[in-house]
């Protein structure tokens, strides 16, 4: 496996950098190129989640998938749109290493949990926009992603917004750009499909983000899969024992949206 640690260096960005799990080419595989999943982790923007990385990478290592986790610059180091384009600078890279690492380029898929939730949903909307390929210098095809996963995510910052992650993200620029980064309010035809999967019990990131973002990308004819699960609380991760910080995070039930985000890359894959 190629297990590697790059840093990375855009303007504003501390500590940050991304962790790569993919396979190495073998005579016995008789894959040549995988599809590849960029984890962006939640955690307010205000610190990255662990339970949200690595240990969701596994899970789809072993499903067949390269995997790299993007430990982003956040709060109070760094501020919207730092993050946004330390996204940008891994997929440009997946783009550009894609025959060392395996890489099918057209299988690109964004996955984000909470406030990562919305760093990759952000991703997926302002991802033609001229100021990230002439920041990163490169053509808008080298950022394209192929499909977005996200767990009960960060959308809105209007009525049912987790605040905290705006205030974080945005700083000093709170009052200019807040109601930019109300995502439901910025799909375009350019989306790639989307995946979501929250729980209406969420008190954190209230259930009405994924259901707000749901619409939207229905309005614009996006593929878009939502599934809610009845009960569970905020940040589950795998929800099992082996993410789970206390026993309510522990649920049966949500378990299943690891295999079913599996089979819905199948699906548009396939297509």
Not at 88 to 100: I, P, S, Y
Not at 192 to 206: A, I, R
């Amino acid at each position: 496996m190629i297990h590697q640690r790059i840093e990375l260096n855009e303007q504003g960005s501390k500590n940050a950098f991304v962790t790569t799990y993919i396979m190495e080419a073998n005579p016995e595989l008789p894959v040549k190129k995988r599809p590849t999943i960029v984890i962006c982790p939640g955690g307010g923007y205000e610190f990255v989640s662990y339970r949200e990385s690595e240990p969701v990478a596994l899970q789809y290592l072993a499903r067949g998938y390269n995997v790299v986790v993007l430990r982003y610059s956040i709060y109070p180091d760094a501020t919207y749109p730092t993050a946004l384009l330390e996204l940008g600078r891994v997929v440009q890279m997946l783009h550009e290493r894609a025959d060392e690492w395996l890489i099918d380029e057209n299988k690109i898929v964004l996955m984000g949990f909470s406030a990562g939730g919305h760093l990759a949903a952000s991703y997926s909307c302002f991802w033609t926009k001229a100021f990230l390929s002439d920041t990163l210098g490169c053509d808008k095809d080298m950022l394209k992603p192929n499909g977005v996963i996200l767990s009960y995510p960060v959308i809105t910052s209007g009525e049912y917004a987790h605040r905290g992650s705006f205030v974080s993200l945005l700083g000093d620029r709170y009052d200019e750009l807040v109601e930019e980064m109300s995502l439901e309010n910025q799909v375009t035809e350019s989306n790639p499909p989307t995946f979501l999967w929250h729980t209406v019990t969420d008190d954190d990131v209230p259930v009405e983000n994924s259901l707000l973002f749901t619409r939207a990308l229905k309005d614009k004819n996006i593929f878009v899969e939502l599934h809610l699960y009845s009960e569970g609380p905020h940040g589950l991760a795998l929800a099992n024992e082996f993410t789970a910080v206390n026993e309510t995070q522990i649920v049966p039930s949500c378990q299943t949206w690891v295999e079913l985000a599996h089979l819905w890359m199948t699906k548009i894959f396939a297509k």
